[in-house]
Each structure stands twice: as C-alpha cells, then as structure tokens.
C-alpha cells in the first residue's frame, strides 16, 4: 500500500502548500502586516484635517516605521480630527516636542504620519498629546492658493503650511 | 411454461411485463432458474436478455410482475435490502468492468475493502486464493490495461466471486475471445458451478459454448419464453425457433423488422409452419 | 435522457432541453450533497481525487499565475505611470489579483485542466460499465464516484487561486521591482497599508470556492449523464469547459457586485 500512502502525502503537502499560500498573502501582503506584535503605547495629536488618512497608517520617524493610527476621532470641543498613535514601546525616546505631520507617500500614495524629533528632555509617554502638528495637504487647497494667490512660484514654499500650520490645542 | 419444480427455483420470474421506449421488451415472460445449475439465457439480439439480468440485480425495475430472487421479490426492494441481496450476486460484465484506477489486485479486493472490514492479511489471502482460482495470481500488480481481453475477463469473474456469491450472472462472456481463452472462461465457469455449487445464468449467443456448460436452456423471443430444455433437447430442434436458432437456419421466425404482435403469434413455438 | 432527447429538439426545444439541463443538474447536485456522509466513508478515495485535481493542476496554476502577474505589473506600471502613480503598484496588482483575476482564471484553467479530466474519467467509466459494475458490488457509485470529485474540486478550487496570486505576486515583483525599478519597500508598504484580509482575501477566497462548486458541479454531472459512447464522452468534456467558463464570468459578475 505503498503507492497509496504517497497519494496522502503529496495530497496532505498540496493542502498544506494552499493554505501556505493563504497565510502568506492575508498576513504579508494584507492590512494584518502592518499590526506590530509589540507592545505599543498611546500617544494623541490633533490636526486640523486628516485628509485620507485611514486607521492603521504607518507612523514614521525618518522613514522608518515606528507605529500605526490607531483611532481617529472628531474632537466634540474644538472641532479638530483627534488622533491616536501605538507607538512601538521599544521606540520610548522620541522628545515631546516632536512634530506631527500627515505626508503623502508618492502623488498618489496613502497617508501616513511622520514624526519629526524635537530637542525636548522629556520624552513621550502613553497618554502625552503632540502639541505640534501640521495637517494633510489638500490638493484642492493648493490649487486654490495657486489661482486666488497670484502666480507668485516664491509663495509656494509655504504652501506646506497651506492646511494651516497650528500651535497648541 | 417454467420448467421446474418451484421449490428448486433460486430465481422465479412470472408474468414480467417492460417497456422500453414505448416498445415492450418483455411481454408476461415467466421462467424459473434452478438452484445450483448453469443456465443459459439465449435469444435472438434485442430480446432483452441484458435486460432480464439487470431486472435480477435491480438496476431496472419492470412495469409488471414479480421476480423473486431467492424468496425476495426484487422490484419492490428498497435500497438497503438491493444492496444486501447485490452483495450475494456476482455479475460478470460484457466488457468485464473492472476499475481502471487499480491494478488486478485492489479490483479483486474492491467489494472486500467496501463491505468487510478485515484485517490486511485475511484480505490479502482471500484475494490471492481468488486470483489463484482463475490463474492469475501472478498478474495481481498489472493495470487492467496491461490484460488480454481473457485475462480482464478472468479477473472480473474473480472479483465476482469474491464474497463466495449464491447466483453468478454472466453477460457474455464468450464474446472476444479466442479459442484458448474461451475454453479457459469454459473451464471456469463449470468449476465453479460444480465445485462450489453456485447457481449460474449465462447469456450468451454460441451455442456450441453454451452446451458444453448449460445444464438448461431458456429460449427468449418476442418477450416471452418460446422454448426451454436441456441443450440436447433444444439442439434437436422441435419447434421453428429452435431450428432457426440452434440448426442455423437462416429462414425463420425471427423477425427482421420490428416485430408485429400477431406474427409472434401465428409463428410462435407452437410449430405452425412459416 | 438528454441523450435522445437531443436527437429530436429543433427550435423551441432548445430552451426546453436546457431548462431540463438546469433542472436535472440541480436535482444532481442535491444527490451529490445526499451522497456527503456516505462518501465520508471513502475518505481515501476522496484524497486521491485532491492529489489528481489539486496537485496535479498545481504546475499549470503556478505557471500562470506568474505569467499573468508579469504582465499585469507591465501593464498597470504604463498606465500608473501616466499618473505617476507607480508606487501604487503592489496594492493596485494585489487588489486585481485577490479580487478578481486569481479566483477567475484559476477557476477557467481548472475547468480546462481538471474539469474535463473529471469529465472524461466519469463518462468513460459509465461507457464501460465501471459504474454499473460498482452498482453490482453494492457500491453506490454517487458515494464512491461522484461526491469524491465534487468535493475534491471544491476543496481544491480556493487553495489554487490562492497559490496562483502568491505567484501573480511573485511575477510583479520580478518585473515591477527588478525590472522596472520601483522601490521595494514602496511597492510592499502600500501594498499592506491598502489591502484587507476580509474585504479583499477572504471575500477572494469566497469567490474561488463557489467557482470550485460551479466548476466541480458541472464536470461531473456532464460525466455522468454523457451518453456512453466515444463521441457522447467528447461532447460532454466540451460541453464541460463551455458551460463551466460562462458560468464562472457570469457568476463573477454577480458576486462581485453583491459581496465587495
């Protein structure tokens, strides 16, 4: 029964290969990859806007991945998108005057939030607020700067603040 | 018309009424098969022959009649009670059917693997044992393809017998085959009727084969029982439609077309002349 | 049935017999279910059906996963490109593949491949009285025969298109990385950051097994009910590739538009 039993085996080792294949592409390739197995502490930032920016959107220092968007919210008081970031614990140094800013990956990339280092002592803890942020970039605040605010190309290098760069909470 | 005593008959058939595409294979055909006899089943082409051994297994059901295989009327049997009495039928296939996916050895042991749950090596010796008895022990890894058509026919028949059944059904089992694997088939056939004593219906078309085996002949045409007897008395030739049939006549009764109900009836067995 | 059916249907029959086709394929895929506990019994048999269905269809699947995975990177990376979009390469050849191009064109070659396989198997076995000579050993041939490959194809089905878009993958990689140079990281982050396990996979792999029912379905009813002679057996291997492609494209439609 030797022909027999080989038939079970390639039949078990092609099973197992298709759902090797399954796990592979909803863990690798889907939204799950970009869940970090650490622990994570919270940290919020309130923009203005947050363009597309979805749950679970990287957050980046240098480009490199440090966390993801946990939860947004809309702030009941001063009507702003509240945000929520898990930050890896094993990055527990960042200064708590970093810079929050919501960057687009590419003309038409995804969102992301980018975290720029301050020079502060203290560091972010869970439950510390980033006090300075700058929000998504509208496209269609840009173009609007460009027709309403002239043909001056100068102007443009503020147009990064086009979304309203803002201070405090 | 049935020959026997009915106490002797495994198989009763009475009054058996088909239609097949609004043309009536059989027309109140009764006949009895004796117990631990070979009988021939013989008859001109398109008579139903197959038809009465697939009505014996169950495979079709009549419009009409009983047929009563040891004791249990087939057609009213339920799917259990099918299976059950199928499992004490060995039927041999025309083409011999065996199962293209397994070699001679699993074919022989398929009904086995299906129905009893033996150990390994009880299967392995009864497969062997009857593989041995039709002479191919030697063969048991080939693939049915690898076989002659006498050599697949040989294992069908073992295959057949493998749960030691009351009734064989042989469907043709002459045909194809050259003289050395005829005789083989012959010779198979009588064993195993006179050895383990296993009641047998041939349905076959040379008589010359039939007669070296058949204990009784049963002459089918137009639906009904024309002539029955042992081969000698059949070879004789009483009637027309044995004349026509065993003393190769090419005139007689046998229809050329489709047949007329009262031409059956005016040239039936009852010896008027054509 | 359809066999002398089919030698007497000129116009209007038409619609009938195929009616009568639906109607018969139905009742068959209820016999085919009826038949599941008994079949469980032939647990081997159902296994080795897996190896010749599934494993057997793997080198073909794979081929052409990576082949159609090369060129949809070629093609969406032009089109990207207009918009300069290409670092949306990986998430727009995911999305294709998971949604719609995996399950779909694994479920066209499967039909090919072991669909008419399964086909061919069946009639010739009823053509040459395997399946009748099963019925004589008191095996029911639905049980050992039909539900076997039914759920073989089925099983079968989900786990294909899945290697296939691992592939699909593969191949985009080659080409869009490699070769045409976007950014690794670029091309795998946004890939990630964009594609849902339920949205886009499970409801992917949802798609696959339906067509491993349709598919499977059809392959074997055409076998069983094919007419036992050489020509009703070639007919009915044809008839298993045409209906069981316009079914797929036809049932794509529908489900895409219902589920996702």
Redesign the interface.
């Known amino acids: 029964?030797n022909p027999?039993r080989s038939?079970?085996a390639?039949?078990?080792?092609?099973?197992l290969?298709?759902?090797a294949?399954?796990a592979?592409?909803?863990t690798?390739?889907?939204?799950?990859?970009?869940f970090s197995s650490g622990p994570t502490y919270d940290v919020v930032a309130q923009f203005d806007n947050v363009g597309s920016l979805?749950d679970?959107?990287?957050v980046k220092i240098a480009g490199v991945?440090v966390g993801s968007v946990k939860s947004i919210q809309l702030d009941n008081q001063s009507m702003e998108a509240k945000v929520t970031l898990a930050i890896d614990t094993r990055y527990n140094d960042i200064p708590d005057d970093s810079f929050a800013k919501i960057m687009t990956?590419?003309?038409?990339?995804?969102q992301?939030v980018a975290l720029s280092p301050g020079g502060s002592p203290d560091v972010l803890k869970n439950g510390s607020r980033i006090i300075n942020t700058q929000s998504a970039m509208q496209l269609e605040d840009l173009i609007g700067k460009f027709l309403v605010g002239g043909s001056s190309p100068a102007k443009s290098s503020s147009t990064g603040a086009a979304g309203g760069g803002k201070n405090g909470g | 018309m049935p020959t026997d005593a009915d106490a002797d008959a495994l198989v009763e058939v009475r009054d058996l009424t088909t239609m097949l595409s609004g043309k009536a294979v059989f027309d109140g055909l009764s006949l009895d098969i004796p117990r631990g006899k070979v009988t021939a089943i013989m008859g001109p082409s398109g008579t139903g022959k197959t038809t009465l051994l697939k009505h014996i297994t169950g495979q079709m059901r009549p419009d009409r009649g009983t047929l009563r295989v040891d004791g249990q009327n087939v057609p009213t049997l339920g799917r259990e009670a099918l299976y059950a009495l199928r499992e004490r039928i060995g039927y041999l296939f025309q083409n011999s059917a065996l199962l293209t996916d397994y070699d001679v050895f699993e074919n022989v042991a398929f009904p086995l693997r299906q129905h009893a749950r033996l150990p390994e090596v009880l299967l392995r010796n009864i497969v062997l044992t009857k593989l041995q008895a039709v002479g191919l022990r030697g063969a048991a890894r080939l693939m049915p393809s690898e076989l002659s058509g006498g050599m697949a026919r040989r294992v069908a028949l073992a295959r057949a017998i493998v749960f030691d059944p009351m009734l064989i059904l042989y469907d043709e089992p002459f045909v194809g085959l050259d003289p050395i694997a005829l005789n083989q088939v012959l010779k198979l056939i009588r064993t195993l009727n006179r050895t383990l004593g296993i009641t047998s219906i041939l349905v076959a078309h040379e008589f010359a084969a039939v007669r070296q085996v058949a204990d009784g002949v049963h002459l089918i045409a137009n639906g009904r029982l024309v002539a029955s007897g042992t081969p000698e008395q059949l070879a004789r030739g009483e009637s027309d439609w044995t004349r026509q049939f065993f003393g190769g006549e090419a005139d007689g009764p046998v229809p050329f077309q489709y047949p007329a109900g009262d031409y059956a009836e005016a040239l039936g067995f009852t010896g008027a002349a054509a | 049935m359809s066999a002398d059916m089919k030698t007497k249907a000129p116009r209007g029959g038409m619609l009938v017999d195929g009616l009568a086709q639906i109607g018969a394929c139905g009742l068959f895929l209820l016999a085919l279910l009826g038949a599941i506990p008994r079949s469980l019994r032939h647990l081997r048999e159902i296994s080795r059906q897996v190896w010749f269905v599934g494993a057997m269809s793997l080198v073909i699947i794979m081929i052409s996963g990576l082949f159609v995975g090369m060129v949809l990177a070629l093609q969406l990376y032009y089109t990207l490109s207009i918009f300069g979009g290409t670092a949306a390469l990986g998430t727009v050849v995911a999305l294709s593949l998971y949604r719609e191009l995996g399950p779909v064109i694994t479920a066209l070659l499967f039909a090919g491949r072991a669909g008419t396989a399964m086909t061919a198997e069946i009639g010739l076995m009823r053509a040459t009285d395997q399946l009748a000579a099963m019925e004589m050993m008191a095996v029911d041939p639905i049980a050992f025969v039909a539900t076997p490959r039914f759920l073989a194809g089925v099983i079968a089905m989900p786990l294909l298109a899945n290697v296939f878009s691992m592939l699909g993958l593969l191949g985009a990689h080659l080409v869009g990385v490699t070769w045409l140079g976007v950014d690794n990281g670029t091309f795998w982050s946004n890939m990630t950051s964009n594609v849902d396990v339920w949205k886009d996979i499970v409801n992917g792999t949802w798609k696959a097994l339906a067509f491993g029912v349709v598919v499977s379905l059809i392959a074997v009813f055409q076998g069983y009910t094919a007419p036992p002679t050489s020509e009703g057996v070639a007919y009915a291997t044809t008839r298993t590739v045409v209906f069981a492609s316009i079914v797929i494209l036809a049932l794509d439609f529908v489900m895409t538009a219902f589920l996702m």
């Open positions: 029964m027999r038939f079970a390639g039949t078990g080792l092609f099973i290969l298709g759902f294949a399954l592979y592409l909803a690798q390739t889907s939204s799950v990859a970009n979805k679970r959107a990287p991945r990956s590419g003309l038409l990339g995804d992301f």
